[in-house]
């Protein structure tokens, strides 16, 4: 069973930063893309963020270009979420998904084509 597991949310002012990770236990984590999602209470799930699985390319949801990165530690099968600037509009359970393909290319954000996903993480951002 793939493990994704959320960390790193929590409560911040407008303005300030968090940083958010996710770690799945699968060897196979290197070879596929990863990303990130967000839903707000009473909202559909929202594309954040994607990285291929060599970390060369990444996709952005509009809402955070220029805000947030997202990167990767093959290494240490750990994705990152880097949130600067926050607003209270960024608030929301954030949650880490990994690719249903393996070696996929380009970058989707399409949430249907993510097959696992982690348990969420609540970042809140107060104005």
């Known amino acids: 069973q793939v493990q994704l597991v959320e960390s790193g949310g929590g409560l911040v002012q407008a303005g300030g930063s968090l940083r958010l990770s996710c770690h799945n236990s699968?060897?196979?984590?290197?070879?596929?893309?990863m990303a990130w999602f967000r839903q707000a209470p009473g909202k559909e799930r929202e594309f954040v963020a994607a990285i291929r699985w060599n970390g060369d390319t990444t996709l952005y949801g509009d809402s955070v270009k220029g805000r947030f990165t997202i990167s990767r530690d093959n290494a240490k099968n750990t994705v990152y979420l880097q949130m600067n600037n926050l607003k209270p509009e960024d608030t929301a359970v954030y949650y880490c998904a990994k690719d249903s393909s393996e070696w996929r290319f380009p970058l989707t954000s399409n949430r249907y084509e993510y097959y696992w996903w982690g348990q969420g993480t609540q970042v809140t951002v107060s104005p």
């Open positions: 699968e060897r196979t984590f290197s070879s596929f893309a």
